[in-house]
């Protein structure tokens, strides 16, 4: 039976909180948009629901009480923000005594052989906040020296003192054995009530200390804003009277529960663009296309991810905040599975600015919500690419957010005009710079990550989300060599529409390293059973467990002595003895297929095995409910916008997007505007109208 | 005019990068040695048929880039084309040939497309152990160092050769960890050719004709920049520590137009009595890096990277050392030729001067715990030098690129405890701008057994010098058991016994209160 009721999802993006109301079954959904709220995000979200519910009831007159609202599905970039722009709180360390410096170390090695100006990440704790305390456990987590408290106090009085609002422990080992971690933390609680507390052993439990202290440092670093916006997230949807079940996606594209989201929210990190990646490939699946770049622009940073066959890569050696573009060991290591995807610093809050060789470079600083770019006419007074993009006749400045916040042009040119005196060129000159280059950073990232996935730009389809994106698509496409560019409905709330396109998936672990040979299968039929309770439970609501039919298990094998592993995975339906014998050929079959040799004589061992529970993946046809019947005439306005090609203003059609009945064709130039974005084709192109609403864009 | 587009070139270019990654990538995650997955002590190489260097995996060791690709057209000396057979793997360690110590096994896969060959792969990497004593300096001539391996046939026709496997499997302390790696390599190899032959089904381009275009264009573009300096002779000398007394490195760098040549004349003789010796090849490598560095460091390297330079070091000198010289620590050596290069270079590019720092140093211990072998080894790095622009980085490689293997590591793999792993705090040369500080790292042996263990080290004498005014990094230091020591012997460790190394901080750049 087909559920009813309705779903909301909602995204706290760094500039903009967007939320989606789906109405169950046929998929119509109702958009909405507001400017984050930094101080109070959750202040946001209540304004969405509010106005989601209200369209609700205006759409749909029939009464849809509280209760009817089946899960309420969200997603956040602010944890990234928080990190990329150094906001967080301030973190003190406790480590194994004489590994104070190991986040300073890192690994020693240059991730760029040939810069001789090689630039560092600098750690999110400085030195002064990081103390050593007296403890040992060696490797196999048996403990050499107990647990010391002396210089606790010390510790605490000087993290206190300086305005600590967060703690992180990482000790050498603790990823066997985390007690020593557990022991200190109940110490720390008892002397410092309520507060926030990450331990490696929890947040990153796996072996090499710079990697895991890093990641335990960066979930401190926004555990207490995340726990507290989930909270208050909770609060306000309560003060709706909605008790359904909150899911929050994390950054490998799956979900998990509140409560776990606010003590690892690092494994939220990309959790944002992984809806964005979700609803992409939805969108693409939709049309029979399987191999796609999502390009996803948002306020604060832009990512691009390949999927291909309908399945986006995921990596589990991720990085944040990367201090130079595209470059693999530049970042913050993270240790957590994530949507493979690269992400730069340009978003329409990136600031432009002149550097000290005199040249227009863009971001990665960004003025985010707050105080906006200078057209918000909140007192930014630095230009920004929404400011250009505004100049550029790009953006209209009285149907921004489908006219609900008016963008103030005189404060734009007054901040362009300042910066193009700078350079020694025109305003104009200026304004399509700051265009031109914000794309160029992108297709550059792109052409990279593309490249690396052995594949050809101009094989793939662009499918363009989040609400700077589809302003900026089409000249980024261009770039790259791309022909076919696809707007899904409200693109500028895509992430919302992947969460909730998404499969239910849940997912447990366990690890134990043994050779197959020795492997006891009752041992493992017991851990499997309290696996497959512990799905359940989180699966909780009786739709979400019986639509979580398909039961997988996944084992993480390698030959005894490598380091990396190979998963091997299997339909589960318990625990037999069959499983070694099909484990062994299974592994060496993958491990053929991936490197073309075994290992003669070589023992194999299993590291980690997995259980996982998901519905089954089927493409989701969203349509927008506020649609217009298709026999209404198409009227345009036009408007002057920059054309490159000709490098100048043309006067082109500006359409109002979702007047555009289905099937309808028409010619580029031209813009279609929607609420939540733009499209923005400033060149020859056939613009069509798709089934559903998406926009299909041909480069001539 | 160019058959390929400019898109067209620009991701074939980056797919050749891409492959050759991939590989690495492969190579890394079936890897057994912590050296390879955790010191990043490798490179993978793609050449064409003739063994020209064609694209390079990102993290690789900056001598391997040159070094690989000589490496297989020793091989094709020896096995010219008639003799190579789809699925052959051909093996050496030969330092001449190779990377310039045997620790270092080398092997190259050829690729044929069409029946022809068109390609080879091309590994390398550090091995947990070679056999002989641990990896140190105390040598004199090849025969003490270890196993030597000349150029056979590893792999024939997909075959591998027991009588190659048997010889190495005896001669190493931990057969199984050396065999996974080279088992790893063939995976590396493996992985190429399948993304190769992929690229040239798909795009039927020719590797000779696109081999060409990207040599020339990164040759091209090396070349302008060497003929933006101004032309004339920059001379440098760099003094290392040596033993009896210590060696000169000697670098006079002549700019001629577009040429650029580098003769090492007046450097040390070749030291007969311990393995620091540079073979020619390592000498080259280490020359051609911090200039591709220097001058056009965002063109991908290749074949045409080496094109423009010349380097000259007179036989005999330690720079170019001759059969049987013992070789195992020539990185101590070798690794001091970018100081000399930059040193040189300063007044031709006075916004890209950069004061001396410091190499690595290595350990490397071996023994048997509980009846298991392990053989484990870590680098520790040193300060950097400060640069007109900035202040020296801290404990980063350079100009090598080998990471540290972290503690925990270390401790899984061997009877270990590691008190400390810590910045030299203070250790940086004194400047405007200051040097970057190297690392105090303290452990303790805690096996029942006692273990051998060898210490590599650098500027214990001859502490990086400051620039343009700047002061001296502190120089590094050995401590065994609260006493300093001298690195050069092979230690017996027993259990309880504390080490303490220190790593010279990087030289200052002008004077202190300029700022």
């Known amino acids: 039976m087909a559920m009813q009721g309705y779903r909301i999802a909602v995204d706290i993006g760094g500039t903009f909180t967007d939320g989606v109301v789906e109405l169950l079954p046929e998929g119509q959904v109702l958009l909405a948009k507001r400017l984050t709220t930094p101080d109070d995000p959750s202040r946001a979200v209540a304004e969405v629901v509010s106005d989601l519910l209200e369209q609700l009831a205006q759409n749909f007159s029939a009464l849809l009480p509280a209760e009817d609202c089946r899960e309420v599905v969200h997603g956040t970039t602010l944890v990234t923000n928080a990190i990329i722009e150094r906001k967080g709180v301030k973190v003190a360390l406790f480590v194994t005594s004489g590994t104070a410096d190991v986040i300073d170390i890192g690994r020693e090695t240059r991730y760029d052989l040939y810069d001789l100006d090689i630039e560092m990440p600098v750690p999110l704790v400085p030195r002064e906040l990081r103390f050593e305390i007296d403890e040992r456990l060696n490797a196999r987590g048996q403990v050499l020296r107990p647990l010391a408290m002396n210089g606790l106090d010390d510790g605490l009085a000087q993290a206190e003192t300086q305005g600590v609002g967060a703690i992180a422990i990482c000790f050498l080992h603790a990823y066997v054995n985390g007690s020593h971690e557990e022991a200190l933390a109940t110490a720390i609680r008892s002397r410092m009530p309520g507060v926030a507390i990450s331990l490696s052993s929890r947040v990153a439990s796996e072996v090499r200390e710079y990697e895991r202290m890093s990641t335990t440092v960066a979930n401190a670093y926004v555990q207490p804003i995340a726990a507290n916006y989930i909270a208050l997230l909770k609060e306000r949807l309560e003060a709706h009277q909605i008790s359904a079940p909150l899911r929050v996606m994390v950054s490998s594209g799956g979900f998990t529960s509140d409560q776990a989201a606010a003590e690892v929210p690092i494994v939220l990190l990309e959790s944002g663009p992984a809806g964005g990646v979700r609803s992409a490939v939805n969108t693409a699946s939709q049309l029979g296309i399987d191999d796609i770049l999502t390009f996803d622009m948002g306020g604060t940073t832009a990512k691009a991810c390949v999927s291909t066959a309908g399945a986006p890569s995921i990596t589990y050696a991720f990085e944040a905040a990367r201090v130079k573009r595209f470059k693999r060991g530049s970042g913050l290591p993270i240790l957590s599975p994530s949507i493979d995807l690269i992400e730069i610093g340009a978003g329409g809050g990136s600031i432009a600015y002149r550097n000290e060789l005199g040249l227009l470079n863009v971001g990665p600083a960004s003025a985010g919500a707050e105080p906006g770019p200078a057209c918000y006419g909140q007192g930014g007074l630095q230009p920004t690419v929404t400011d250009a993009d505004l100049m550029l006749g790009y953006l209209d400045p009285d149907a921004f957010l489908g006219g609900k916040m008016r963008l103030d042009r005189a404060s734009a040119e007054a901040a362009l005009t300042t910066l193009a005196d700078d350079l020694g060129i025109s305003v104009q000159k200026t304004a399509w710079g700051i265009h031109d280059v914000v794309n160029e950073n992108m297709a550059g990232a792109a052409r990279v990550h593309i490249a690396e996935k052995g594949l050809d730009p101009r094989r793939l389809a662009m499918v363009a989300t989040g609400g700077a994106g589809p302003v900026h698509a089409i000249e980024v496409a261009q770039k790259l060599g791309i022909r076919r560019v696809l707007f899904t409905i409200a693109a500028g709330v895509g992430s919302c529409l992947g969460f909730l396109a998404a499969p239910v998936r849940v997912d447990r672990s366990w690890s134990s390293v043994q050779l197959l040979d020795m492997v006891d299968l009752e041992d493992v039929r017991i851990v499997f059973e309290r696996l497959e309770d512990d799905i359940k439970t989180e699966l909780g609501t009786a739709d979400a467990a019986a639509t979580a039919s398909e039961w997988s298990i996944g084992i993480e094998m390698r030959y005894a002595g490598q380091g990396a592993t190979i998963l091997v995975t299997l339909p589960y339906s318990g625990i037999d003895k069959t499983i070694l014998a099909e484990l062994e050929a299974r592994f060496l079959g993958r491990y053929e297929d991936l490197y073309g040799t075994t290992v003669p004589g070589a023992a194999i061992q299993v590291v980690t095995w997995r259980l996982a529970a998901q519905s089954k993946a089927e493409t989701r046809v969203f349509s927008l409910a506020t649609a217009a019947s298709s026999d209404e005439s198409l009227e345009a306005a036009r408007r002057q916008i920059y054309l490159p090609a000709g490098d100048g203003y043309e006067n082109v059609p500006v359409y109002e997007r979702y007047q555009i009945p289905e099937g309808a064709e028409l010619a580029g130039p031209l813009i279609l505007q929607e609420a939540e974005s733009t499209i923005v084709v400033a060149r020859p192109a056939q613009v069509t109208v798709l089934e559903g609403g998406a926009v299909s864009v041909a480069l001539n | ?515």
């Not at chain 2, 050449?47 to 690989?68: K, N, R, V, W, Y």
């Not at chain 2, 065999?179 to 190429?192: C, I, P, T």
């Open chain 2, 1 to 515: 005019m160019s058959q390929f587009d400019p898109v067209s070139l620009e991701i074939l270019w980056n797919r050749l990068i891409s492959i050759v990654d991939e590989a690495a990538a492969a190579f890394v995650r079936t890897s057994f040695s912590s050296l390879v997955r955790e010191a990043n002590d490798y490179a993978v190489v793609l050449t064409d048929a003739a063994g020209g260097s064609l694209a390079q995996s990102s993290m690789s060791i900056p001598s391997f880039i040159s070094t690989l690709p000589k490496t297989v057209r020793h091989f094709l000396e020896r096995f010219p084309a008639s003799e190579l057979s789809p699925g052959d793997v051909l093996i050496t360690n030969d330092p001449w040939m190779g990377t310039g110590h045997i620790h270092d096994v080398s092997t190259a896969m050829p690729i044929f497309y069409g029946g022809a060959l068109v390609a080879f792969s091309a590994v390398t990497s550090h091995m947990p152990d070679i056999g002989g004593p641990v990896r140190t300096n105390d040598n004199s001539v090849i025969y003490e160092e270890g196993l030597q391996i000349p150029r056979l046939k590893f792999v024939s026709a997909g075959e591998p050769d027991p009588v190659v496997e048997a010889f190495i499997r005896t001669n190493v302390r931990v057969p199984d960890q050396t065999m996974g790696d080279l088992w790893g390599q063939v995976a590396a190899h493996k992985m190429l050719e399948s993304r190769l032959v992929a690229l040239l089904d798909e795009t039927k381009i020719s590797l000779t004709d696109l081999s060409r275009e990207i040599c020339q264009r990164s040759e091209a573009a090396l070349r302008a920049a060497i003929a933006d300096l101004a032309d004339g002779e920059y001379h440098y000398v760099v003094r290392h520590d040596g033993f009896e007394e210590p060696l000169t490195i000697d670098c006079t760098v002549t700019i001629a137009g577009d040429n650029l040549s580098v003769d090492y004349t007046g450097t040390s003789a070749e030291v007969d009595n311990k393995a620091i010796n540079v073979v020619e090849a390592y000498t080259f490598a280490y020359t051609a890096f911090p200039l591709k560095a220097l001058l056009s460091p965002d063109i991908p390297n290749n074949e045409g990277s080496f094109a423009p330079i010349s380097v000259y070091a007179p036989p005999k000198t330690v720079l170019n050392a001759q059969y049987p010289a013992a070789t195992a620590a020539r990185g101590q050596v070798g690794h001091m030729l970018p100081t000399a290069i930059l040193g040189a270079l300063g007044p031709a590019l006075p916004d890209r001067r950069v004061a001396e720092g410091s190499g690595n140093s290595s350990i490397t211990i071996v023994g048997h715990e509980e009846d298991h072998p392990f053989a484990v080894a870590t680098f520790v790095n040193a300060g950097l030098g400060a640069t007109a622009r900035r202040d020296g980085r801290s404990a980063l490689s350079f100009p090598s690129n080998l990471g540290n293997t972290p503690i925990e590591i270390l401790e899984a793999e061997a009877p270990l405890l590691v008190h400390h792993r810590r910045l030299r705090h203070g250790s940086g040369g004194a400047g405007q701008r200051r040097g970057g500080e190297g690392i105090d790292f303290d452990f303790e042996y805690l096996g029942q057994a006692p273990a051998s263990s060898a210490f590599l080290m650098t500027r214990r004498i001859e502490p990086p010098k400051g620039n343009s005014g700047g002061g001296a990094g502190a120089p590094a230091r050995l401590l065994l058991n609260g006493e300093v020591v001298d690195p050069i012997r092979i230690k017996r460790l027993v259990r309880g016994d504390r080490i303490i190394i220190e790593t010279a901080g990087g030289g200052g750049f002008g004077r202190d209160n300029d700022a």
